[in-house]
């Protein structure tokens, strides 16, 4: 067996050195390869993908599902924050089912559905007021929750108790909610307006005016302001907020069209407005012609009239048509010489009319007077402002340009130049030192199969390392070897005279032989020899 093994060692080893340098980088790398492709399979063919299972779970319903997971000996993974979890992806649906049949994930509310299980005889009215409460409760939260931007909803209802007198019962329900909102979602008046709806007709007798709604933010949602809309901007408050939605889209606007041009951390905006909210209301009665090149009417009527005479007469009528008045029909005629006379008059009346253009204008309840828009670019290369070309800062300068000058009322924008737009714009070109230190510094990942593939290809290089040394080593101890047997048989050059056998050769070779063996034995044979003497 020794034999075999050394056999296929000394093989292939002669088979390492006999390869040139190409040869055995390709041997090399042919094993990596493998080696990397086997790894990459284990790794995709065993990897587990993780899904939610439940997400927006408080700590305590987080904890309880856990428990069920783990006596199932189900893998699960908690996200970041404690809210959601995950479970393998192929197990999802068959664990959601399962968890749903054991009451999870729990609402910690009670239903109407309460009522259909365990409504019994001996319920007293206290408990079944109790209990419709929170009924109504869960309820209204779970229609609010229906409701676009709303993650979660906790709903109070305050209801007056039923008096046996007429006078006690003047009192009125109030409800309290307070809404979970996604971070950054701003509610429309109309959906203002469905969640003072929802409520209030979930309740009976509840006016909307006993309704608070307000977000985790402290932000109160109120109706008489979603309803009156433009009625606000008569208001301070509501001149504010006007002016900052005008702000807030144009600045949105600018930085989405922006971040496509250069990223989405390469680019801030911001956006300042003048507004004026000065309201006019006024009625125009004009009058102009049908033809205002030419500065004439439309025919509407015309009466032409046209008289001729001639023959004698004692006198002639002579005299000319008296001139200034168009309309004026009478003409004023001398009396002349006797003798023969004709005349002839024609008479025209043309009733002419125009446009008549009555107007009732209603301004606009505000006007953007003034904009102005300051943008700041990181440029490609951070340390490196000039690697932001002039031609894409003009660019940049241009959509500005252009945005300032449509978004300005029109009768102010049309007396500005390109100088005074240019003044309200600003582009400044510069690294951004604010940014998320976190977020540059952060580490990547290494996934554990990589080391796990690292090692062995470590491994492997390390044994192939070694057997190339110690074969290199045998092979020159080998060469040492055959080179002293070389030397020897030089050495030894054989007697010609050929010695006969004899009885003290033969001793004599015994004591040669011990000598160069075992040359400890032989001087104790000398010694003793010597004494005997």
Known sequence: MNERLTKVKTDSTRFWTSRTKNQKGALIGTLVAIIALAGALTYFSTRTTMVPLFTELSSSEVGKIAEVLTAQGVTYEIAPGGT??????????????????????ETGGINNSFFTTNAGFGMTDNEF??????????????????????????????????????ASANEESSVAVMLTTEAGYKFSDEQIKTLYSLISKSIPNLSTENIEISNQFAEYFDLNSAESNGNSIGTVEGQMQVKKTIERDLQRQVQEML??????????????????????????????????ENMSGIEISAQRIT?????????????TPEAGNVTDNFTDYAEGTTGNGDY????????NDVNRIRREIQESPYKIRNLGIQVMVEPPKPDDATSLSENVRGDIEQILATIVRT??????????????INNKIVVSVQPFYGKDVVDDNTKPVIPWWVWVVGGILVAAIALLVFFILRSRKRKQQEEELEI?????????????????????????KQLEKMAKEKPEDFAKLLRSWIAED
């Open 307 to 319: 008289e001729t005479y001639s023959g004698n007469a004692g006198a002639v009528a002579e005299g």
């Open 259 to 292: 971040a496509t041009l250069m990223g989405d951390d390469k680019v801030v905006v911001s956006v300042t407005t003048d507004i004026d909210f000065k309201q006019e209301n006024r009625e125009e009665n004009l009058v102009t012609a049908v033809d205002e």
């Open 484 to 508: 002293l047997e070389r030397q020897q048989e030089l050495i030894d050059v054989e007697d010609i005279s050929e010695e006969k056998e004899t009885e003290a050769t033969v001793r004599r």
């Open 407 to 420: 978004t300005i009322d029109q009768e102010a924008a049309g007396s500005l130049t390109e100088e005074d």
């Open 129 to 166: 007021n109790v209990i419709k409460k929170a009924a109504t409760e869960t309820e209204i939260s779970n229609l609010i929750k229906m409701v676009d931007g709303v993650k979660d909803a906790k709903v109070l209802i305050s209801m007056p108790e039923e008096g046996l007198f007429v």
């Open 84 to 105: 959601n979890i995950l479970v393998p992806e192929e197990q999802v649906d068959a664990l959601t089912v399962s968890l749903a049949s054991q009451g999870y994930p």
């Open 344 to 351: 002839e008059r024609v008479e025209e009346t043309i009733n």
